[in-house]
């Protein structure tokens, strides 16, 4: 564990939201924020240089598909992923646990690891806590994820608890691998909250992740397939048992207004598919909701996807427009929509941190949330 | 037909090679020149920032497909292909006429024009010479193309000289409908040499276009599927019976040393669907040949795809990098290569235009089309 990454510069009155600066190897990143999903070595169908412009501030890698393809010794060789993939701010790599839960086959899970043929080519394989350890450090992440163990939904609370009980034993070994190693220029590593459905289990996992000490620590288990309640529940059931002083990280959520409700539970952090997978749908994000702009109703209409919003898309391109190219299905619809997407998420949560250090966060939320009107597809 | 809106600058002694400018409504382009194919509105792949920064001068639209999605009534209500695409400089839309034959259903040539079922949803549909003009003035072209009638390749001289006396009957029609259009603001209009393989009928075409007069001159059929000395032969047997004084386009080719063999036989203007088509699939045009960049001999190679090159591709992104894009089916690695191969195309045009313009187009030409390997697929 390396001297507190994190400074925490302002709080909700009203709330647990709170803005921050989380110091990484490659700089300072403000807290909360979102993270553009980089899965390949690539947010899908977005270039290095269009997410510079969009603010973002540090982007994820994959662990798993890294591993896989092209492999993460042939990504150092190349000079580490940052280099290969032409990115310069912060990478956080998540440390494969998740995917080869949900993607690999043939897995067997025993103390040492996970066993498992990847999906690609069926190539046998075990990731361990180590092995994580060395793929992330190989691929040259700034924040490091501890491997751990993904159980599915639902999950009974004595099949979570044995899973809890190995991801604590494996957090405990990422953290020792990194004890071992030179400390010069070492990236932060972060421990991840399990525990499913289950209250008790959310508290014990943080209160065990916090004693073995992290650099920041994140909620995993979420956004499974269990109902929005479950989801806010996991994490209030952990945030008050996490390190206060430390980062908080929601993995792989949300919708827009999920993510203002966890900033308002105590997270600092979050990543998310939905901005440039709906947009791949043609798909958009707005302050009232998701727009499908195949929808016959935009056929002729000459108004951006979002009046007033500074994105490339909305600059340059109408809705009419941007119908015909996902109609047609042409390549610069998707690319359009996912810029406007990324743009809206990494404005959408900028926002909030700036209420926060304003003081009216509690305004924006009620404003925000109140306006957006969830569309169950 | 308008006052002549091209300007001969300079010819090439030892070939046929000229530089010059064609005056659009939209402005000067300088030629020889190289046109990236937007055919249904867009350029696939690439925005038109990036085509600004590609240095493209004017690019196509596709009268057959945006007449069949979106339609050009509501592409006109919404302000012209120019406005509804983000594009604001010259376009040239072909007639129609080539798609028709290519991908239309059910055809059925009359004195009238093509009565067909559209490719997407069947819908019955004539496009005749007016039609094509009207169409092509709604979308707001800035370079409009005649109605021809595209025959195979093979085709008898039999069939070649009736299908030719068709075509330019309806190219005396095009002509007549511009003559009753208002003159101001209007776009140039050229008409389109046919004549199958047969040297006799290539002349009579071009003899006849001539003396209907149009603002510039294309030499269609070509690039159908005869080989490259039939295509070459084409132009020849064309090029001088067309009005010395006008600008001369050989549609829908070809590779970079036909282009240049082109030039060298007094074209002046190219649009070419390979530049973006084969970077969808992962090859790069090089001054050497074609690189497939899937093949395992680049995992590992840190270079560009061209040493020195200056576009966006190649000024961050090594053959790797690449390599892994396209193996993994990520669209940055076909949006990365189409900018590269429409680079490639745009300033190989370009460097052939400087070479005419400083006496060494010759030089230029053995060493360009000496170096290039052409691979055979």
Redesign the interface.
Same mark, same amino acid.
Do not use: D, M, N, W
């Given at each position: 564990m390396s001297p507190n990454p994190f400074t925490l510069l302002a709080t909700d009155p009203a709330s647990k939201a709170r803005a921050g600066l989380l110091q990484t190897r490659r700089g300072v990143v403000e807290t909360p924020l979102f993270m553009p999903v980089g899965t390949?070595?690539?947010v899908?169908?977005?270039?290095?240089?269009e997410l510079h412009e969009l603010g973002a501030q540090i982007i994820l890698g994959n662990t798993y598909h890294l591993h896989v %393809?092209?492999g993460e010794k042939?990504i150092a %060789?190349?000079?580490g992923l940052h280099k290969?993939?032409?990115w310069d701010r912060p990478i956080l790599t998540d440390s494969g646990g998740f995917q080869v839960f949900s993607l690999a086959k043939l897995r067997r899970i025993t103390e040492e690891g996970v066993h498992f043929q990847n999906h690609l080519d069926g190539t046998p394989t075990m990731i361990g806590p180590e092995r994580s350890m060395e793929i992330q450090r190989d691929l040259g992440s700034d924040i490091v994820m501890a491997f751990d163990e993904c159980p599915p939904h639902p999950c009974s609370h004595e099949d979570a608890s044995r899973s809890l009980d190995l991801t604590l034993r494996w957090a405990a070994r990422c953290q020792a691998w990194w004890e071992m190693q030179p400390t010069h220029n070492r990236p932060l590593v972060f421990g991840i909250v399990q525990g499913s459905s289950h209250a008790d289990l959310r508290e014990r996992s943080a209160r065990a992740l916090g004693e073995i000490g992290f650099d920041g620590y994140a909620v995993g288990g979420v956004s499974v397939g269990e109902p929005e309640p479950e989801m806010m529940a996991a994490i209030e059931n952990a945030e008050p048992f996490l390190p206060a002083d430390r980062s908080r990280y929601a993995m792989g959520l949300g919708t827009p207004p999920q993510m203002i409700e966890m900033i308002a539970r105590g997270i600092d952090m979050f990543d998310c598919v939905l901005p440039t997978r709906l947009a791949r749908n043609g798909t958009a994000f707005t302050p009232t909701g998701t727009m499908a702009l195949k929808n016959a109703g935009f056929?002729?209409d000459?108004g951006p996807i979002e009046e007033g919003c500074a994105c490339?898309a909305c600059r340059?391109?109408?809705r009419?427009?941007l119908?015909?190219?996902i109609?047609?299905e042409?390549? /610069?619809? /998707? %690319? /359009?929509v996912s810029l406007h997407n990324l743009h809206f998420y990494i404005n959408l949560v900028r926002t909030a941190r700036r209420a926060i250090l304003d003081g009216n966060f509690s305004d924006f939320r009620r404003d925000f949330v109140g306006r957006y009107v969830v569309r169950t597809p």
């Open positions: 390949q070595g690539t899908k169908a977005v270039s290095p240089l %393809r092209p042939l %060789r190349q000079g290969f993939s032409g056929a002729e000459s490339y340059g391109f109408s009419a427009y119908r015909h190219l109609k047609a042409e390549i /610069l619809g /998707l %690319r /359009l």
